[in-house]
């Protein structure tokens, strides 16, 4: 319970024990390359996740103290709204030059849930970005703009365990069997 309040309150991750399957070591020819650009999306998904967090927290703790920051709010809703349209991009390039490589068909459905759900929080990144131009005008926009940055961040952290599956259990742009 106390795991479960510690990712929910902070954000944080917590590693879980998985089966330990024993990875071999492939022959040159039995290798899977993939190409140099799938190594951008990791680290671009790190910032599409930390940002809106950051963005909600600070946003919650303006609403509960009643205090009208406006610009730090919208620059993080920008700087979040950039680092999801990074994950997107590289996201969907890695997809793309990913696409004669064979994975399972079950995997292949979280890919395309995992591109579809990439898509939906960039909109969704953009409606709380021009939200957070509004927050000062009205007490609704404010709280509107704070439930939009939640579902952004639960949508993040779904996301996140999309990808963690299709690399941790599929082996997705790892290069093993």
């Known amino acids: 319970m106390i795991k479960i309040l510690l990712v929910l309150a902070l954000g944080l991750s917590i590693a879980l024990s998985h089966e330990k399957v024993p990875t071999q070591e492939l022959k ?9 650009v799938v190594k951008l999306h990791p680290p671009t998904t790190h910032f599409s996740i930390a940002l809106p967090t950051i963005l909600f927290l600070v946003s919650a703790f303006y609403f509960l103290t009643k205090r ?10 920008l700087l979040s ?7 997107v991009t590289t996201g969907y390039i890695a997809h793309e030059s990913m696409a004669n490589i064979p994975i399972e068909e079950k995997a ?9 759900v ?9 409606a709380v970005f021009l939200f957070s131009f509004l ?15 939640l579902a952004l961040v639960l949508g993040v ?7 963690g599956t299709l690399v941790y259990e599929y082996s997705v742009g790892v290069p093993v069997r």
Do not use: M, W
């Not at 040159?28 to 140099?36: L, S, T």
């Not at 709204?81 to 994950?87: M, N, R, T, V």
């Not at 952290?157 to 990808?163: E, K, M, V």
């Open 81 to 87: 709204f950039f680092a999801i349209a990074g994950s």
């Open 118 to 126: 990439g898509f939906v929080l960039l909109g969704l990144s953009l």
């Open 68 to 77: 009208k920051e406006r610009d730090i709010i919208i620059a993080l809703s």
């Open 108 to 116: 292949q459905e979280i890919l395309h849930t995992h591109q579809s």
């Open 135 to 149: 927050i000062n005008k009205n007490p609704a926009f404010r709280i509107l703009h704070l439930i939009l940055c």
């Open 157 to 163: 952290f779904y996301q996140g365990n999309l990808g």
């Open 28 to 36: 040159p020819e039995e290798k899977i390359h993939y190409p140099p």
